[in-house]
């Protein structure tokens, strides 16, 4: 029965608070409430974020020395920005090509364009990419170099998937991908190539000044071709002090050697343009270092080449065009793009700064060349396995 007051008395006699019950009513419908809206998923703890899908296209293979550098650079970034955790998750994807972090799922595939470089090759190699990746429902596409670019990239072009390129050569107008550097217009961006062809010979010119005359040697893939042609074109406008005497551009390894060998005695040096795609008379792929370990064992005059990994395979000097910062470049634009809301279409495509002046010490002995430091050389290669082999 209720007394006077706020006080309720019981059968026993026991005085209880009115006001107490009805607080600790209210306390069991707060709980009530919390637990409904937590069973309906709108409790206080915050849904974890949905993991990003990252596919990485690489136009190469493993073992070319060139993506082994782009992928430092591409590691690199994605453990600073933090899609990925730690060291050792950089390792087992460079390992495995796939790895599963707190924050993405990244999956590599590979073209394999230079030692399968014909075009029937490449377009039924990019169709089984496109249907992988299809498979995989990638967030964000990375493509590496021009055959990615050209081949995957235009499958995926104006769809909601961003792309982001690195290693094209030159320009990436000339695949469509994107309206013009200054305003790409596409679901597509990137890091392009400008290699530094004049820097390198003007390089080579400060290490042996007595050169007048040069010739370009390269593959006939579609990389080859592309820096045969910048070379040519740079040195009809008077932008590169030598004289170019001739462009070899083949995949015939057994004619690369012939012209070389021929050249030799025609011009003061080489510009070693490109020959990861050289095959011998049966149509098999020859591996870069044998056909690095022949040219410097036959070959006696200086050459530049625009990159680390042919001075590493045994060339004289590079203004190199560095892998490693195409790599980590390409993570700073797709960073923008996925953390931070940037629209690849109003982002302008740009080459990163030029890597090392760089010179091979080894390939300097065996041709003679006393290296000074009026030269500005900026890094060595101290010995290759190429140049090894040539001592054996």
Known sequence: MWNEGFNIIGPSGKIYVKETIMKSIKILIVICIGLCLASAGFGASKTTPKK?????????????????????GFCAAMLKFGYFDNKDQMADYTKSDFVETSKAIVKKVWMDSKRNSSKPAMEDMSMSIYKRAR??????????????????????????????????????????????????????????????????????????????????????????????????????????????????????SGEWKRMALELQDKVDAFFIAQYSGLKDKNGKAVPDGETAAWYTSHVKIPEAAGFR????????????????????????????????????????????????????????RMLG????????????????????????
Not at 139 to 160: R, S
């Open 52 to 72: 990003k899908k990252i596919l990485v296209v690489d136009s190469y293979h493993r073992e070319y020395l060139w993506s082994q550098h782009i992928n430092e």
């Open 135 to 252: 498979n995989f429902t990638p967030d964000f596409i990375f493509l590496g170099d021009d055959n990615a670019a050209q081949y995957v990239g235009k499958k995926f072009l104006d769809t909601e998937t961003p792309m982001v390129f690195w290693g094209v050569n030159n320009t990436p107008v000339k695949y469509g991908l994107v309206d013009s550097v200054e305003k790409p217009g596409h679901n597509v961006t990137g890091i392009f190539q400008k290699t530094y062809y004049a820097e390198s010979l003007g390089f080579l010119k400060k290490i042996v000044p007595s050169i007048k005359t040069f010739a370009v040697l390269s593959d006939a893939t579609t990389t080859g071709r592309i820096h045969a042609k910048a070379i040519m074109h740079l040195e009809r406008n008077g932008l590169i002090s030598l004289k170019l005497v001739e462009a070899v551009t083949t995949n015939d």
């Open 309 to 364: 990994h042919r001075v590493a395979q045994g060339m004289l000097c590079a203004a190199d065009d560095s892998g490693y910062n195409q790599g980590f470049e390409a993570v700073v634009i797709a960073h923008d793009i996925m953390s931070k809301g940037a629209d690849p279409a109003t982002y302008p495509p740009r080459a990163p700064k030029r890597g090392a002046l760089i010179v091979n010490k080894e390939r300097a």
């Open 369 to 392: 060349i006393t290296l000074t430091e009026k030269m500005g050389i900026e890094e060595y290669v101290a010995e290759t396995n190429a140049l090894r082999k040539t001592r054996k």
